[in-house]
């Protein structure tokens, strides 16, 4: 049987979770972080957002500063205190990798002060869950530490449905020798399921155990430097995501410590990383789709512009309004024809297609299109990511049109390089060549005159037309030169 997983319809570009790689959160110390986002089908080497463009930007509250990107990874630009990381195609950007980053910590930053990065995934339309578009994790300024803790990225679990948890354990071997076997006790809370567990990142693979509300990551001959005789191998990490529970009460706390076994000493025990359930507040969020496409909110499909309300009732009487301003791009697709020519007067990018072959008209993506024999066509209009067609327009050149043209007559029609005037009336005085715009090209004198042969083959193909001035009385004939 074959379990391969594939992409379904759409996309879901987001953000999982803001890892500590490297280094502590104290006064003028160096940190690297890494942000798990962009295409989320590449945690399963799937590439399901490949053509999809958008931003990562990342805001840095507190006394810490950007450096650098981390080797391998992209670098952004910089706004102020924000990262921004410009995606022209999600489907080449990997999704460990991409956005690591180092930060520096103020020489003067305090205890306990906090430095916070709030994170969002941007892009026009079509993501097929918004709601893991942004991510915000705080980080403790410490001073004398020790390096085996336990951190949770949220401070507060906000839906009552149940929220997202993710926690890093970080190791180090401060002993004398190298430790050769490491394992964690991790025990969870009674307040997730611990059947959502999902692995993240690690320095180093471990075999995973769970049962009864506790994660046993072993780390067998891991052979781990102690920091005496190699500091920066001494160091290692695993990052992992748990489901609180539905329903929670309002102030429940969720906790969770581990227990850290190097070798056959006593267990490191770890700080206790807390969570606690708090109403959400109020969310406002801003959409657009293109005409004639919808918006699932609520559960009802939207198609008009508008402001929408959504109420999400917590169990402890604590609502949460969602307010959704929906923008819905219309374009009202305005073509005009004349005899020569049919254009179209919106802006944006064009493409002419031919209604009866149903294929686009090779090279023809001006406003403007002028055609060279009879038929039905339409203007396909880019606009951004919408896209829409015109109606189809019947267009149909004819050779003689106008005013007194019963017996002038030319050819051959269409011509490529001569083309034969006859049965000019005596009467008439010259002949003018204009262009499909009105643009007078060529203008000759006949002297009585009846047939003229003139020599069209330098001139762009498209269509023409003669005017002949005879007296009081026009004459006009169109011709197409290819």
Partial sequence: MDFALGCKPGFDIGISALIQNSGVFRPADAVQLQLLGGDLSNQFGLHCASGISGEIKIRIAGPAIYISPASGSLTPTLSGDTLIYTISDFGNVDYYSAFRFNILVDTFSQNLQN??????????????????NYFTRCFNIVNSFDPNDKSVDKIYINNPDGEWLTYTIRFQNTGTAEAINIYILDTLSSNVDEGSFQLLSYSHEPFIQIANKAIRFQFSNIHLPDSNNYEPGSHGYVTYRVKSLAGLPYNTEVKNKAFIYFDYN????????????????????????????????????????????????????????????????????????TINYISIQNPGNYQWYNCATHSIISGQTANTFTPNSSGNYA????????????????????????????????????????????????????????????????????????????????????????????????????????
């Fill in 115 to 132: 430095v916070c990065f709030e994170s969002w995934a941007t892009l026009l339309n079509g993501d097929n869950d918004s709601t893991n």
């Fill in 266 to 337: 006593p267990p490191v025990i770890t700080n206790e990383a807390t969570s606690v359930v708090r109403c959400i507040e109020n969310k406002y969020i801003n959409e657009a789709i293109c005409y004639g496409d919808q918006y699932n909110f609520n559960n009802i499909n939207l198609k008009l512009s508008g402001t929408y309300l959504d109420t999400i009732s917590n169990p402890n009487g604590c609502d949460t309004i969602i307010y959704l301003n929906l923008t819905v791009t219309h374009q009202a697709i305005n073509v005009t024809q």
């Fill in 379 to 482: 203007v396909i209009l880019s606009n951004g990511n919408c896209r829409d067609t015109s109606s189809c327009i019947n267009f149909t050149i004819t050779n003689i049109n106008d005013i007194n043209t019963k017996t002038l007559s030319i050819s051959p029609n269409p011509v490529t390089k001569m083309l034969n005037v006859e049965n000019i009336p005596e009467e008439a005085s010259e002949i003018h060549l204009y262009d499909f715009n009105g643009k007078k090209i060529l203008a000759f004198l006949l002297n009585n005159r009846t047939t003229k042969q003139i020599d069209v083959s330098d001139l762009p193909n498209g269509v023409y037309h003669l005017e002949i001035s005879e007296q009081s009385k026009i004459s006009r004939i169109r011709f197409v030169k290819f």
